[in-house]
């Protein structure tokens, strides 16, 4: 059952990192790549590293996301 999960948790990290190279809108690309820090998030944790998996979580989804985000939205388009 362990080997299943992480046959699909890796399946759905290279889809959502293929999603996010393909995105052509930059705010959709940031939120992508949220998703995709938090299924590496779950990933660190089911290894057992929740550490990793918490520092992934605060900055990978957390701050990064929000900084995409603000960039994103004081530029023109």
């Not at 759905?12 to 820090?37: K, P």
């Not at 990978?60 to 960039?71: C, E, K, P, S, Y």
């Amino acid at each position: 059952m362990s080997e299943l999960f992480d046959v699909v948790l890796l399946t759905l990290l290279i889809l959502t990192a293929l999603a996010v190279a393909r995105a052509r809108d930059l705010a959709a690309a940031a939120i992508l790549f949220a998703a995709y820090s938090l299924m590496l998030c779950l990933l660190w944790l089911h290894r057992g590293a929740p550490d990793v998996a918490l520092t992934e979580a605060a900055v990978g989804a957390g701050v990064t996301t929000l900084l995409f985000l603000v960039v994103i939205a004081r530029t023109s388009r």
